[in-house]
């Protein structure tokens, strides 16, 4: 995300897309993102392929406990984010996407900062 000029890209499928490849396998779905790579870019796989350092592929379908799921912004998403951010007793805390209220506006992004901040609130309490 702009300011930072870090190399990294993120993508996802959800909805039906994703429900259809799961179980894939993580050699189908780099195949298939370096592939939409290809065609985003006007490139050939091979030129992707060749400027790829490392990848990670997480299906999130198959992932316990997450099941595919994703949020999205309601009407008390605000009231619920504040509730979700408040540690239970200083022993439960919460981290994710739907959680974060931060600038980071992608899924992945806001994950990462939402779970940073989780990190800084344990700090402070348990040092």
Same mark, same amino acid.
């Not at 490849?21 to 985003?40: F, P, T, V, W, Y």
């Given at each position: ?8 890209? /993120? ?6 897309? /994703?429900? @259809?490849?799961?179980? /894939?396998? $993580? ?23 060749? *400027?790829?350092? /490392?990848?990670?592929?997480? $299906? ?7 099941? #595919? *799921? ?25 981290? #994710? ?13 806001? @994950? ?10 344990? $700090?402070?309490?348990?040092?």
């Amino acid at each position: 995300q702009s300011p930072a000029e870090s190399c990294i890209l /993120a993508g996802w499928l959800g909805g039906p897309g /994703a429900r @259809a490849l799961k179980n /894939a396998g $993580d050699s189908i779905l780099h195949r298939l993102a370096i592939e939409s790579l290809a065609n985003i870019f006007s490139k050939p796989a091979s030129f992707i392929t060749s *400027a790829l350092v /490392a990848y990670k592929i997480v $299906d999130w379908n198959i992932t316990p406990y997450v099941n #595919g *799921a994703y949020s999205y912004a309601g009407v008390r998403t605000k009231e619920a984010r504040r509730l979700l951010q408040t540690p239970v007793e200083n022993t439960l805390y919460f981290a #994710g996407e739907a959680i974060s209220s931060g600038k980071a506006p992608g899924a992945v992004e806001a @994950a990462l900062e939402s779970a940073w901040n989780v990190v800084q609130a344990m $700090d402070t309490v348990y040092g």
